[in-house]
Each structure stands twice: as structure tokens, then as C-alpha cells.
């Protein structure tokens, strides 16, 4: 089964940028998408298709997607943005949708 | 604005089985494909199941294929998750989701519910 690889944990000190990587083979041939959640929320999806932004998520979210390896970009990093953050894509092979085990962003 | 309810969860012996609802408004139900989620305690996301517009496509993750079944009434704008045989292991919170348009393939969750809670344990 297909399987994405995200870091545990990424710190970062308000007003700079946090970069979260999730990584598998010849990730996002379909697109890679990012999903928020706070403790005790439901996730809420950050950037869709690789870099596409919903409504309503600001600017300082962006997302790229190259090889191996997609990463999203948190600029100008707030408090209100500690979270766990996972990466989620669709496996054709398996026709299954897959999740990354997720990263805790702690902002010090 | 889009709204998705679930209920249903509760906890239930192993072995035994659970239906879960999800009522949803704000949004032209029958013209998008649903899928679940779940959430074990302090662990990832876990995708659980989807199904088409019509309720023509439905898939299973491997982990529920063969006890959990997915079914919609688009009459009634509600998603269902008919769970049997369940097991330790389905302990979580199932949250309903949206996808951006009909198909139960492809793509993201672009709306979630709360979420209902699960609890398999004698």
C-alpha cells in the first residue's frame, strides 16, 4: 500500500517560516492536499491540489509539490497556527485515499 | 454554509454493530460524492470509506472491507456508515466529509463534520 512519510514534529518562533514536508513515490501524480486540525476540531483543508488555497485560509499558507516530495509553506508563522497537519493524497493503484501520519507544528 | 452532523456513535461490545448518520445541509447533497474518516485516540487520520453522488461507487479501506457498509439517501440528505463486527481496533471518532464534487474517487475532504465518537470495549 502506498505509503507518505511526514516529520513527527516541526518548532518554529513566531514571524518566521515553518516548512512541513510529506513524501512517498512519485508523490501528488494526482495532487497533494493539506489538512489543519486543532485539539479537539475536526480538520479543515489548508491547500488542495498541491497549492490551491480555499477561501477563507490566508495567504501565508502555500503549497509546492516537486519529485518526491511535497512540502507546505506556513510564512509569518502565528500562535493561532499550532496544530497537527497532515498531508493526504488519492492512490490510483489502490483506489484508496491516504493520509500521512501527520505533524505537530508547536510555535515556541 | 455547508453543515455536516453526525451521530449515532456510542459504545458497543465486540462483536457487535453500530450505525452511524451524518444530516447534511447547506449545499445540494445529491451532487457530491461522501466519504468517512476516522480518528483513533492521539493517532492519525484514517480514510474509511466513500461513495458517488448517485451511490453508484462505493470503496473501502482494506481495514473495514467486508463488515462496514457505506449507503446515502439523497431524499433525506444523509450519509450512513453501517458498522458490524466491530473490534477494538475501530475505536475512534468517525467524522463525515465532503468531497469537491460527484465521483467517490479522487481528490480531498473540502468539508468536515464534528465527528461522532466510537468506543468498542467489553
Known amino acids: 500500500s502506498y505509503v507518505l512519510t511526514q516529520p513527527p514534529s516541526v518548532s518554529v518562533a513566531p514571524g518566521k517560516t515553518a516548512r512541513i514536508t510529506c513524501g512517498g513515490n512519485?508523490?501528488?501524480?494526482?495532487?497533494v492536499h493539506w489538512y489543519q486540525q486543532k485539539p479537539g476540531q475536526a480538520p479543515v483543508v489548508v491547500i488542495y491540489?498541491?497549492?490551491d488555497r480555499p477561501s477563507g485560509i490566508p495567504e501565508r499558507f502555500s503549497g509546492s509539490n516537486s519529485g518526491n516530495t511535497a512540502t507546505l509553506t506556513i510564512s509569518r508563522v502565528e500562535a493561532g497556527d499550532e496544530a497537527d497537519y497532515y498531508c493526504?493524497?488519492?492512490?490510483?493503484?489502490?483506489?484508496?485515499?491516504?493520509f500521512g501520519p501527520g505533524t505537530k507544528v508547536t510555535v515556541l | 454554509e455547508v453543515q455536516l452532523v453526525e451521530s449515532g456513535g456510542g459504545l458497543v461490545k465486540p462483536g457487535g454493530s453500530l450505525r452511524l448518520s451524518c444530516a447534511a445541509s447547506?449545499?445540494?447533497?445529491?451532487?457530491?460524492?461522501m466519504r468517512w474518516v476516522r480518528q483513533a485516540p492521539g493517532k492519525g487520520l484514517e480514510w474509511v470509506s466513500s461513495?458517488?453522488?448517485?451511490?453508484?461507487?462505493?470503496n473501502y479501506a482494506d481495514s473495514v472491507k467486508g463488515r462496514f457498509i457505506i449507503s446515502r439517501d439523497n431524499g433525506e440528505n444523509s450519509l450512513y456508515l453501517q458498522m458490524n463486527s466491530l473490534r477494538a481496533e475501530d475505536t475512534a471518532v468517525y467524522y463525515c466529509?465532503?468531497?469537491?464534487?460527484?465521483?467517490?474517487?479522487?481528490?480531498?475532504?473540502?468539508?468536515w463534520g464534528q465527528g461522532t465518537l466510537v468506543t468498542v470495549s467489553s
Open positions: 491540489y498541491d497549492s
Open positions: 466529509a465532503k468531497g469537491p464534487y460527484d465521483s467517490s474517487i479522487r481528490g480531498y475532504f473540502d468539508y
Open positions: 447547506g449545499f445540494s447533497f445529491s451532487d457530491y460524492g
Open positions: 493526504q493524497v488519492w492512490d490510483s493503484t489502490s483506489d484508496h485515499y491516504v
Open positions: 512519485n508523490i501528488g501524480s494526482e495532487g
Open positions: 461513495i458517488s453522488s448517485t451511490g453508484t461507487y462505493i
